[in-house]
């Protein structure tokens, strides 16, 4: 305990350590503590990067490579099982929600069958269902990925996602173009339910506007990254 106290768990990155063991107190027991060499983590995500788990495809990272720094070592995604479940998931989530706002959109009465209909209300409607599928589209693609990659193993996985990038990309592509749809949707319907306020007309027109170029820049910075 006085050990711990002192900072010897935490001796200069120089120092040729493997493992430092130290006793812990942890509720009353004492339990033997194992502090791992920054070296031997750099190390060991180099043999990760080095497999066929990298996204770019590019081999070793820098590190590996003969770069300098864990930084950079770090800053190379790393692809694995878990996270490629979890982002099928979130994707198919967001999706399924989204797609239900624009559902409840196509059902506010606004079109009638057999009834004319005002040219801005057509508009509302049909990117509105334009949206309900994209994202309903987006949200089973999403399932039957996480199927699939969920009877794979890690290593299966991991390779299987290597060769179908493509496929990957789908349900995240069909979200964006879903939220997209449906924010603008919503700017022509604020736009038509605010005619006799051209004030606050205005307002939600510069709204919207600033809510679908937030989005788009978005998506272009991270697809940029």
């Known amino acids: 305990r006085g050990d711990i106290e002192r ?25 033997g503590m194992e502090t791992p060499n920054v070296r031997q983590v750099a190390q ?16 070793a990272p820098p590190t590996a ?16 099982r878990e996270r490629l479940l979890n982002d099928t998931v979130n994707t198919g989530v ?7 706002f624009a559902l409840s959109t196509m059902q506010m009465g606004m079109v009638v069958p057999g009834e004319a209909a005002e040219q801005l209300t057509v508009v509302i409607y049909m990117l509105s269902v334009v949206s309900v599928h994209m994202c309903t589209c987006s949200s089973l693609s999403s399932a039957f990925l996480y199927r699939q ?27 964006a173009v879903g939220c997209m749809l449906y924010l603008s949707s919503v700017l022509c319907l604020s736009f038509y339910d605010l005619q006799e306020e051209p004030r606050a007309q205005r307002a939600m027109l510069a709204v919207g506007c600033g809510s679908l170029s937030m989005v788009a820049i978005t998506a272009v910075v991270i697809a940029r990254c």
């Open 7 to 31: 900072g010897v768990l935490h001796p200069p990155l120089d120092r040729q350590v493997s493992i430092v063991r130290q006793p812990c107190w942890v509720g009353g027991p004492i339990f």
């Open 44 to 59: 060991s995500m180099e043999a990760k990067y080095a497999s066929p788990r990298s996204l770019n495809g590019k081999g």
């Open 65 to 80: 490579r003969g770069g300098n720094g864990v930084a950079e070592l770090l800053a190379e995604p790393v692809l694995d």
């Open 94 to 100: 967001m999706a399924a929600l989204i797609g239900g």
């Open 149 to 175: 990659i969920n009877a794979l193993g890690d290593d299966a996985a991991c390779v299987w996602a290597a060769r179908h990038p493509l496929l990957l990309s789908l349900p995240m592509s069909k979200f």
